[in-house]
């Protein structure tokens, strides 16, 4: 059931999530906590009078190519350990992806503990990083820039704000942005929250126009890079060269970076990186009918897709015939007929928001081709990552 927003539920609900993820401290009082509890949904069941089940639902706008649609961030999703294997989350997640889907929600990120159990509920793996670990020698070839210069501070600093996010805004509006969340100020002010000591560094040109920014932590020894974003290779190499200047006290660097990142291009020498691939975040199509506008597709004008096995969102399953337009736009709706390629809602997912191309999927035996008209997905980039 939808939870009222009253001191009450709030006093249920936080017990609840310090056992559950071990937390040591009243999260009535983290500002972490509260931020995304204010700008929440919640959800639960109730055993005599007791809370025992949570969910929250934290509502955003993605960028899908030239496009913005809603997305919801599920997130704290707890029992409490007497209570677990009693159905309570199955019957919590049912009634938020109808209600998602009643107020025009076209997919949902989560970061999954499990990601078999998320499946169960459509979601799948579909948002990747790219993880650096680099030697400090690696960095012995990156000098200060000649032209231009860089900016450091912290995110309370209203004119590296701004620059910042100019080159945000620069991105989201690229038409290169697949499933990309589109931060509102309180959840960037909440990012400094929860990464405490994090610093924020700019590159400008000679003409002071922001090409690249950073955020970054010293933890320990280790130099952490959660966030780098850079327009062209002055702006890379501006900031890698900041990286470089802590060579002296930092014994690691790590770059975490979005799975299309090729960073490593721009160092001379190779052999002392180390790069991860691993998943991070799973989506779930809750609406299919709002995200096939959204995308880019080649092929013929007029191919028709199946889409099988979506128990909680039914209104996904059947045919849906796409038709191309001649800038590569996708019109679509629900037809009856023979599929030319069919597969379940998670492996669709895995094509439509995930890095697989429609004819790998095919190769992989993911979905099955059962016509002969040609499609492919255009595939974008997802940045910006924020969990939920």
């Keep these: 059931m939808k939870l009222s927003k009253d001191q009450k539920t709030l006093d249920q609900i936080a017990?609840?999530?310090?056992?559950?993820?071990?937390?040591?401290?009243?999260?009535?009082?983290?500002?972490?906590?509260?931020?995304?509890?204010?700008?929440?949904?919640?959800?639960?069941?109730?055993?005599?009078?007791?809370?025992?089940?949570?969910?929250?639902?934290?509502?955003?706008?993605?960028?899908?190519?030239?496009?913005?649609v809603k997305m919801a961030g599920i997130g704290y999703v707890a029992s409490y350990p007497e209570n677990r294997g009693h159905g309570d989350i199955t019957r919590i997640m049912k009634e938020i992806l109808l209600d998602l889907h009643n107020n025009g929600v076209a997919i949902s990120n989560l970061a999954p503990w499990s990601e078999t159990f998320y499946r169960q509920y459509?979601?799948?793996?579909?948002?990747y990083l790219k993880i650096y670990n680099i030697k400090p020698l690696m960095f012995r070839y990156f000098k200060a820039p000649k032209t231009g210069k860089l900016l450091r501070g912290r995110w309370s600093d209203p004119d590296l704000q701004k620059l910042v996010l100019d080159l945000y805004e620069k991105q989201l509006t690229s038409g290169e942005e697949q499933d990309t969340v589109i931060r509102e100020k309180w959840w960037w002010d909440r990012l400094t929250t929860y990464y405490p000591g994090r610093y924020t560094a700019v590159y400008v040109d000679e003409n002071d126009v922001p090409q690249a920014y950073m955020f970054y932590r010293i933890i320990g020894n280790e130099f952490v890079a959660e966030e780098l974003y850079s327009t062209n290779k002055?702006?890379?190499?501006?900031?890698?060269?900041?990286?470089?200047?802590?060579?002296?006290?930092?014994?690691?660097?790590?770059?975490?970076?979005?799975?299309?990142?090729?960073?490593e291009e721009y160092f001379p020498d190779q052999e002392g990186i180390t790069v991860n691939t691993v998943p991070y975040m799973m989506s779930r199509i809750v609406d299919v009918s709002l995200l096939l506008p959204c995308l880019k597709a080649q092929g013929s004008d007029n191919v028709n897709i199946e889409i099988t096995d979506d128990r909680d969102c039914s209104w996904n399953n059947g045919i849906w015939n796409i038709a191309i337009t001649s800038d590569n736009r996708i019109k679509c709706q629900k037809v009856d007929g023979k599929p030319d390629f069919k597969g379940t809602i998670t492996d669709w997912t895995k094509v439509l928001l995930g890095r697989l191309s429609l004819k790998r999927a095919v190769k992989l035996n993911l979905i099955e081709r059962t016509g002969s008209q040609?499609?492919?997905f255009e595939k974008g980039v997802i940045s910006f990552y924020d969990y939920f």
């Design 374 to 376: 040609p499609l492919e």
């Design 234 to 263: 002055a702006g890379a190499l501006g900031i890698l060269s900041l990286i470089g200047s802590h060579i002296s006290s930092c014994n690691n660097f790590k770059l975490i970076m979005p799975e299309n990142s090729f960073i």
């Design 15 to 68: 017990p609840l999530v310090e056992y559950a993820f071990l937390k040591k401290y009243d999260v009535r009082k983290d500002t972490n906590f509260m931020s995304r509890y204010n700008h929440s949904i919640g959800y639960g069941e109730f055993h005599d009078k007791k809370l025992q089940s949570y969910v929250m639902v934290n509502q955003f706008e993605n960028q899908v190519f030239d496009h913005k």
């Design 122 to 127: 459509g979601y799948e793996n579909a948002i």
